[in-house]
């Protein structure tokens, strides 16, 4: 049995509006997984205790009718009357009935639980597979708060829905059936329109009250995005002194969430109220029903109770059903917002023929390569070249060139728009995405770590090496040495996004990093920018070392680091400007030679101020 995917439902949701069929469609497969027999057996062992636990509660009351009719005898017989088999089977089917209930929810705990489990690790996959477009648009404490809600929702659903919702109509259909055997047909259909005006009047209320729900979701939302990207940003925030700022935007939230909070409040209060006069009259009816029919001897005492006591039993669970049938509406509309996460365009995906990269030497050709992240402004214009097997090409160029496009592309975080990137031969469009990754190693410019130890981080190039191995890595990095000398050493944490680490120290634990994962394909994107001169000159050497015999893609702001290289390409504007050797592209005297004179003179006034400063 092949399993629907869940993201068919969402592909074109709209705004403001809710598939509730929709939602619950894409969960029940995780509920009936295919080939997992003992979880189907669950299920299905589940829904009989239920069935068992509802036929026993609809049987107390008749027990109940007996016993008061046994007693409803003179005072000298009532000892000797009294049945006590009655009493022991009304006790033993209170108990029964808790038993069976509890063994309904040990039979399906698994269940639920393991579906909770796959749909959260599910779309956990899914945000990995995502493009980068996405994650470059998305808000992540949104994104966060859609799962997290999504996955209680699913939880909240199965556990008042099944075992709430659909028990309590089966109990009244069976109570509606023995009143109408038992009784005039008038106590059946009073207690039936009674319950049918109720569920009429939570159903109509509710989905009008369901835009204050939702505009409470929207803004507890946006305030929750707005707090976390104000917290990671908390430098910035601290560098502008917009702490008053940020608190204002994120009262502005709070405020929205107020407004529809009270909105939400008052119009509970006016369904609560609602639902109690409904209640009240029904049963109120019933009972003035029952007791003429007490008075005229065509009903018993016995009976009397017996309709009371289903009256009480049903309305009970029915005055909580209005609570739940809120929460469950609300439930879908949170696992709405998760599943439609699954409904997002994976935009990169590997072919169904696709293949695993095979790396013979490692060389890398961009053919007539064309990009743009938008059809109105184009990043590449016709880029070729070819960076052979062990050899080194640098990128030059000012800002906004497409220097990092050319990373992205290679990784294939975007594919291009025109023309082919190559390795070894083998289009990239036409491996598997995990084989290319797993053969190309990058040193980023904007570094950022894992809110773990220095060892999880420097690891996470190989999970699973040895700590000689984190250590090797480490040395090669120059960072070895400063990790020792922590309190902690390895097991240093180096705090959210690395923050506990300076900008140089959090470079050379991603130099680190992928040299434990000893790519053939190496890529440094700016990956000393951080770095003073002196400890730059160190790291260069490293890599020079880690390089050797490894095919090197340059990205690169600082001549200096490039001028080793064994081609240098200068673009600009998309395209390619020069070409050629350090010592060709300086006897050019065009753009790269322009370059290099203006960072040369800014060095040596860099190098000037330092020796004053020092003096003075």
Same mark, same amino acid.
């Given at each position: 049995?092949?399993?629907?995917?869940?993201?068919?439902?969402?592909?074109?949701?709209?705004?403001?509006?809710?598939?509730?069929?929709? +939602?619950?469609?894409?969960?029940?497969?995780?509920?009936?997984?295919?080939?997992?027999?003992?979880?189907?057996?669950?299920?299905?062992?589940?829904?009989?205790?239920? $069935?068992?636990?509802?036929?026993?509660?609809? =049987?107390?009351?008749?027990?109940?009718?007996?016993?008061?009719?046994?007693?409803?005898?003179?005072?000298?017989?009532?000892?000797?009357?009294?049945?006590?088999?009655?009493?022991?089977?009304?006790?033993?089917?209170?108990?029964?009935?808790?038993?069976?209930?509890? $063994?309904?929810?040990?039979?399906?705990?698994?269940?639920?639980?393991?579906?909770?489990?796959?749909?959260?690790?599910?779309?956990?996959?899914?945000?990995?597979?995502?493009?980068?477009?996405?994650?470059?648009?998305?808000?992540?404490?949104?994104?966060?708060?859609?799962?997290?809600?999504?996955?209680?929702?699913?939880?909240?659903?199965?556990?008042?829905?099944?075992?709430?919702?659909?028990?309590?109509?089966?109990?009244?259909?069976?109570?509606?059936?023995?009143?109408?055997?038992?009784?005039?047909?008038?106590?059946?259909?009073?207690?039936?329109?009674?319950?049918?005006?109720?569920?009429?009047?939570?159903?109509?209320?509710?989905?009008?009250?369901?835009?204050?729900?939702?505009?409470?979701?929207?803004?507890?939302?946006?305030?929750?995005?707005?707090?976390?990207?104000?917290?990671?940003?908390?430098?910035?925030?601290?560098?502008?002194?917009?702490?008053?700022?940020?608190?204002?935007?994120?009262?502005?939230?709070l405020a929205r969430y107020e407004q529809a909070a009270v909105k939400s409040k008052v119009s509970l209060a006016m369904l609560n109220m609602g639902q109690g006069a409904i209640i009240a009259v029904g049963l109120t009816a019933v009972m003035l029903m029952a007791a003429d029919g007490v008075v005229k001897g065509s009903l018993t005492l016995g009976d009397f109770v017996l309709v009371n006591a289903y009256l009480v039993q049903l309305y009970l669970p029915l005055n909580f059903l209005g609570f739940v049938y809120r929460e469950i509406k609300q439930s879908l509309t949170d696992m709405e917002a998760m599943f439609r996460l699954l409904g997002e365009n994976a935009e990169i995906k590997d072919n169904d023929d696709a293949q695993e990269l095979r790396v013979t030497g490692g060389e890398v050709r961009f053919d007539d390569v064309h990009f743009a992240y938008d059809p109105a402004r184009p990043i590449l214009n016709g880029i070729g070249f070819t960076v052979p097997a062990g050899k080194s090409v640098a990128i030059v160029g000012p800002s906004g060139a497409g220097k990092s496009t050319i990373s992205r592309l290679l990784f294939r975080f975007y594919d291009v728009t025109g023309g082919g990137i190559a390795i070894d031969g083998q289009d990239i469009r036409t491996v598997t995405q995990?084989?290319?990754?797993?053969?190309?190693?990058?040193?980023?410019?904007?570094?950022?770590?894992?809110?773990?130890?220095?060892?999880?981080?420097?690891?996470?190039?190989?999970?699973?090496?040895?700590?000689?191995?984190?250590?090797?890595?480490?040395?090669?990095?120059?960072?070895?040495?400063?990790?020792?000398?922590?309190?902690?050493?390895?097991?240093?944490?180096?705090?959210?996004?690395?923050?506990?680490?300076?900008?140089?120290?959090?470079?050379?634990?991603?130099?680190?990093?992928?040299?434990?994962? $000893?790519?053939?394909?190496?890529?440094?994107?700016?990956? +000393?920018?951080?770095?003073?001169?002196?400890?730059?000159?160190?790291?260069?050497?490293?890599?020079?070392?880690?390089?050797?015999?490894? +095919?090197?893609?340059?990205?690169?702001?600082?001549?200096?680091?490039?001028?080793?290289?064994?081609?240098?390409?200068?673009?600009?504007?998309?395209?390619?400007?020069?070409?050629?050797?350090? $010592?060709?592209?300086?006897?050019?005297?065009?753009?790269?030679?322009?370059?290099?004179?203006?960072?040369?003179?800014?060095?040596? =006034?860099?190098?000037? =101020?330092? +020796?004053?400063?020092?003096?003075?």
């Open positions: 049995m092949r399993r629907r995917d869940p993201s068919n439902y969402f592909r074109n949701p709209q705004s403001g509006r809710r598939n509730d069929l929709s +939602t619950i469609r894409a969960l029940l497969p995780y509920l009936w997984p295919p080939g997992e027999t003992g979880l189907r057996a669950r299920v299905v062992a589940a829904l009989g205790f239920l $069935a068992l636990a509802k036929v026993i509660t609809v =049987l107390v009351p008749l027990i109940y009718k007996q016993t008061v009719d046994a007693l409803t005898i003179t005072p000298q017989q009532a000892m000797i009357a009294v049945p006590v088999l009655l009493l022991l089977a009304y006790g033993g089917a209170r108990i029964l009935s808790g038993v069976f209930s509890e $063994a309904r929810d040990i039979a399906f705990a698994r269940v639920g639980q393991g579906a909770i489990r796959a749909v959260g690790l599910r779309v956990f996959r899914h945000l990995h597979g995502l493009a980068l477009r996405f994650h470059l648009d998305r808000q992540t404490g949104g994104v966060s708060r859609s799962i997290e809600r999504g996955t209680k929702g699913i939880e909240f659903l199965l556990n008042f829905m099944l075992f709430n919702i659909l028990p309590t109509l089966l109990e009244i259909g069976m109570v509606t059936v023995v009143l109408w055997s038992l009784y005039d047909s008038r106590f059946a259909l009073v207690t039936f329109g009674t319950i049918a005006i109720y569920i009429a009047y939570t159903l109509g209320v509710t989905e009008w009250r369901t835009k204050f729900r939702r505009a409470m979701n929207e803004t507890d939302q946006q305030a929750s995005t707005k707090a976390v990207d104000s917290l990671l940003n908390f430098e910035t925030v601290k560098y502008f002194g917009n702490e008053a700022h940020e608190a204002a935007r994120y009262d502005q939230s995990s084989s290319l990754r797993a053969a190309i190693g990058i040193v980023p410019q904007d570094t950022v770590l894992f809110n773990d130890t220095i060892r999880y981080n420097i690891a996470y190039g190989r999970p699973g090496a040895s700590q000689d191995e984190i250590e090797q890595a480490a040395r090669l990095a120059r960072i070895h040495d400063f990790v020792i000398s922590l309190p902690e050493g390895y097991d240093t944490r180096v705090g959210e996004r690395g923050l506990k680490l300076s900008g140089g120290e959090k470079q050379r634990v991603a130099i680190a990093r992928t040299i434990l994962k $000893a790519p053939a394909i190496l890529l440094f994107d700016e990956a +000393t920018s951080a770095l003073d001169t002196h400890t730059e000159k160190e790291i260069q050497a490293s890599l020079r070392d880690v390089s050797k015999d490894r +095919t090197t893609i340059v990205i690169a702001h600082r001549l200096s680091t490039v001028v080793d290289a064994d081609e240098i390409i200068v673009l600009d504007k998309g395209h390619i400007a020069e070409r050629g050797r350090h $010592a060709e592209l300086i006897a050019m005297d065009g753009r790269y030679a322009d370059m290099w004179r203006k960072q040369q003179e800014a060095a040596l =006034l860099q190098q000037r =101020l330092e +020796t004053e400063l020092v003096g003075a």
